[in-house]
């Protein structure tokens, strides 16, 4: 089987760090709730990845996540538009000896 990629953005960045998107406060608040939801070990491919992981859906977190994000990312890539973000959040624990490691996707 083939998959086709309808849009490659070979000329513009797809990774962005934004530093101080949330406070100390908010981080904590995080921490404690991945602790308290029981993370489990991400499986999708252990060749590379072996961290816990907490997955939510919550569309009002991401769009005050996008509200914070939109101004540091461009309007804009190709023909798309930056619109809003995946309700389906996902948060990761890194245990002693937990990795992501680099890795190409296909």
């Given at each position: ?79 798309l ?7 389906r ?18």
């Open positions: 089987m083939t998959i086709e990629v309808p849009m490659r953005f070979e000329s513009e960045s797809l990774l962005w760090v934004v530093n101080d998107i949330y406070s100390e406060q908010e981080c904590a608040n995080f921490v404690k709730f991945i602790e308290s939801s029981s993370p489990k070990l991400a499986t999708n491919n252990p060749l590379y990845r072996n961290q816990d992981r907490v997955i939510i859906d919550d569309p009002e977190m991401a769009q005050e996540l996008f509200r914070r994000l939109k101004l540091h990312l461009p309007p804009k890539m190709g023909d538009k930056l619109i809003r973000l995946n309700e959040l996902r948060m990761y624990r890194y245990k002693v000896g937990q990795s992501f490691t680099p890795h190409l996707l296909p």
